[in-house]
């Protein structure tokens, strides 16, 4: 079983910028593909970012490619989300996944472990 903790969300002014970090542990990090996901209050969770187990491939939403970079640190276990040029709509709570494959994917039906979340509010 793998457990996964989130950290860094916090609010940030439009324009900011801030990177999530997702700790992982009680498995071999570097067997899981994983992604980064988010959901607004009211809508459903949405496919952010994810990344193979070795890095090798990484794929994004429309919504952020070119403000976003997934990255990973195997000997962490860590994986990470950096966010750039942040907007209001951005505001969520990013849930990092895992998944037993080393194939990334952008379906969260897919995935097998999550994190509780943390909340990212960007202001105006």
């Known amino acids: 079983q793998v457990q996964l903790v989130e950290s860094g969300g916090r609010l940030v002014q439009a324009g900011g910028s801030l990177r999530l970090s997702c700790v992982a542990s009680?498995?071999?990090?570097?067997?899981?593909?994983m992604g980064w996901f988010r959901q607004a209050p009211g809508k459903e969770r949405d496919f952010i970012a994810t990344?193979?187990?070795?890095?090798?491939?990484?794929y994004y939403s429309d919504s952020v490619k070119g403000r976003f970079t997934i990255s990973r640190d195997n000997a962490k276990n860590t994986v990470y989300l950096q966010m750039n040029s942040l907007h209001p709509e951005d505001s969520a709570v990013y849930y990092c996944?895992?998944?037993?494959?080393?194939?990334?994917?952008?379906?969260?039906?897919?995935?097998?472990?999550w994190g509780q979340g943390t909340q990212d509010t960007v202001s105006s």
């Open positions: 996944a895992a998944r037993r494959s080393v194939v990334a994917t952008t379906s969260p039906t897919n995935y097998h472990f």
């Open positions: 990344i193979a187990s070795g890095g090798q491939n990484t």
């Open positions: 009680g498995g071999t990090f570097s067997n899981y593909a």
